[in-house]
């Protein structure tokens, strides 16, 4: 039986990068989800965004069957964002209707 968690992260452009296309905060996330046993982590996606703008912050996605939910948003926790109080973590359980939102001081 699946139990599927679908997430959405939002975060400032580039956020603890040191030069361009550098990703290290999200890469932190994603290597606590290959350590979980996940083959692939959250992908960006902010770059298919319709329009004639690129979009104001950084969005990933992913999909995720049978997420130790309380593990992951203890890792979300506890990186340390460039600007925590521009993180948003959208978290959507296979029988929720909408998403929760988290941020560093709600997680």
């Known amino acids: 039986m699946s139990s599927v968690t ?15 296309g550098e ?9 606590k989800l290959r350590e979980m046993g996940f083959d692939s982590g959250l992908a960006k996606v902010d770059c298919h965004a319709g329009g004639n703008k690129i979009m104001g912050s950084d969005i990933w996605m992913g999909a995720f069957n049978h997420l130790n939910e309380a593990e ?16 948003q973590l959208l978290v959507q359980n296979e029988s929720d209707l909408k998403y929760q939102i988290f941020t560093i001081a709600n997680a």
Request: charged content about 30%.
């Open 72 to 87: 992951f948003k203890e890792t979300f926790e506890s990186i340390d964002w460039e600007y925590p109080d521009n993180i």
């Open 6 to 20: 679908s997430i959405i992260l939002i975060t400032t452009i580039e956020d603890g990068a040191r030069k361009d």
């Open 23 to 31: 990703h290290p905060n999200v890469c932190g996330l994603n290597d």
